[in-house]
């Protein structure tokens, strides 16, 4: 077999990504399948080069304007430098000079030889300058666009800096035991076993983070079910619930299906789980994720959550898991940063606002609707939470003091948990951002 190039791969993903618009953790993961041959080492430095390169883009854009003098530059040759830069300034795998004539090689592949000279000479001099730049704008720093900077800014406070940090560090993979199948501690011995670095969350006993793996879709305790990956933050949820009586549960914005299984875990198996999202093809992956799991009480079903289904009427819980901005996992999905703007994100208050509104309805009284998501912005959160409380005298916010054990209560705003919601900030909780509200309907 002909050795793949694995710098013409990453120059390809990059292409896509960035000219074609495509996500780059679908674009990694859909490579990573197809050159499944690759070595560990490979498949390591591409996915972290890809992810690298939109992560720092506006870093990296920085320097070559700095260095280019804002000449206008093809877009290949714009890949190909923010790569070359990327590695001279983040990894050490490779020297620089090794690094630059791999980057003159690419330019030769595109047969764009006149422009050799070019990208040899801009990669040269950033190499012998690299010590001395420095990133005075916090925007170019942290590669964030200056909007963003604003929003974070007022949703972490002074966990601003640390939050800001947090989303540029690479981090473990992060799974949940299903402890329908499997104790933790069986788990913890399995990984282990297969020499992987297993460290528990402090938030939640449940949750590991592991390294040291190849392909994490191969490790055994994935494969069979015992775990599925997913973030602390998200597995709060399981905390915050009362589990007792209820034997009807609906999850309407469910694909994949994390936290349907979350509830499947937590309570009575006799329950049933509606497990609700808006395309055939994403209940499909419900539907496939919960026989791996083995939970047979999750009824997948194709539904709108913005229309009201008589079917659903009387649940003993609801879960809003809602399409939200996705500040919080900017870490893992660095695109989302590039993406958003005050407009979509608007439009995300009101969709969020609609479905809350409708699904409401299917509470049974004295029972609760949690609404959740992995964003930090007040106008999708706490102000989603003020007007549904405004529109629904029926409903109350939960204190959420009373559900969390001590030792959490003291991480967290006691504040906000006594107003019914918890906020998780990367800068302070070492996890995704995410937002937790619990909501009562009671008619006195
Ligand atoms: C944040 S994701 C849900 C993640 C999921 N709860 C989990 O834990 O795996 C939001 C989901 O809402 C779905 N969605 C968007 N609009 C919807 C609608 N009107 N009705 C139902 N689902 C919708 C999306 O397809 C997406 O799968």
């Keep these: 077999m002909e050795k793949t190039n694995i710098r013409t791969l990453i120059l390809e993903a990059l292409m896509l990504i960035d000219v074609e618009g495509e996500y780059s953790h679908k674009v990694i993961d859909m490579a990573l399948e197809k050159y499944s041959y690759l070595s560990k080492a490979d498949r390591g430095f591409f996915s972290k080069v890809v992810h690298g390169v939109v992560e720092y883009r506006l870093q990296l854009d920085f320097i070559i304007k700095k260095y280019n003098g804002g000449k206008r530059i093809k877009p290949v040759i714009r890949e190909i430098l923010r790569m070359a830069i990327y590695q001279m300034l983040y990894m050490?795998?490779?020297?620089?000079?090794?690094?630059?004539?791999?980057?003159?090689?690419?330019?030769?592949?595109?047969?764009?030889?006149?422009?050799?000279?070019?990208v040899n000479g801009i990669l040269r001099k950033i190499s012998s300058e690299k010590e001395t730049v420095s990133f005075d704008d916090i925007s170019i720093r942290y590669s964030m666009p200056e909007f963003l900077l604003d929003i974070i800014k007022e949703n972490t406070d002074k966990y601003f800096d640390k939050t800001l940090e947090y989303f540029l560090e690479g981090r473990p993979v992060s799974i949940r035991v299903n402890t329908s199948k499997s104790k933790v501690t069986d788990v913890v011995k399995e990984l282990e076993e297969s020499n992987i670095r297993v460290e528990r969350s402090s938030l939640n006993d449940t949750v590991l983070y592991i390294r040291g793996f190849d392909k994490v879709d191969d490790i055994s305790v994935i494969k069979s079910g015992k775990c599925y990956i997913t973030d602390v933050s998200s597995s709060m949820i399981a905390e915050l619930i009362i589990p007792d009586n209820i034997k009807k549960v609906l999850d309407v914005c469910a694909a994949p299906g994390g936290k349907s299984f979350l509830l499947a875990d937590k309570i009575d198996n006799e329950a049933l789980i509606y497990s609700c999202d808006i395309s055939e093809n994403k209940v499909n992956l419900i539907t496939e994720n919960a026989k791996v799991q083995g939970f047979k009480n999750i009824i997948p079903l194709v539904a709108d959550a913005r229309v009201f289904d008589e079917r659903f009427a009387e649940s003993d819980l609801v879960v809003a898991d809602l399409p939200c901005s996705g500040i919080g996992i900017i870490g893992k999905k660095p695109?989302?940063?590039?993406?958003?703007?005050?407009?979509?994100?608007?439009?995300?208050?009101?969709?969020?606002?609609?479905?809350?509104?409708?699904?409401?309805?299917?509470?049974?009284?004295?029972?609760?609707?949690?609404f959740s998501t992995c964003t930090l912005n007040k106008a999708e959160n706490?102000?989603?939470?003020?007007?549904?409380?405004?529109?629904?005298?029926?409903?109350?916010?939960?204190?959420?003091?009373?559900?969390?054990?001590?030792?959490?209560?003291?991480?967290?705003?006691k504040d906000e948990l006594e107003k019914g919601y918890l906020k998780l900030i990367p800068g302070r909780d070492g996890c995704d951002g995410f937002f937790i509200a619990v909501f009562r309907r009671d008619d006195d």
């Design 335 to 370: 695109d989302i940063k590039y993406r958003l703007n005050a407009e979509n994100m608007n439009s995300l208050a009101v969709l969020q606002k609609e479905i809350l509104d409708n699904v409401s309805q299917y509470v049974k009284m004295g029972k609760e609707l949690i």
């Design 382 to 413: 706490e102000e989603n939470v003020s007007l549904f409380l405004k529109n629904h005298s029926d409903f109350k916010a939960v204190d959420l003091t009373k559900r969390l054990k001590s030792a959490l209560i003291e991480k967290f705003d």
């Design 92 to 118: 050490d795998r490779v020297p620089d000079r090794a690094i630059i004539n791999e980057a003159v090689n690419l330019v030769k592949l595109r047969r764009l030889t006149a422009l050799t000279g070019f």
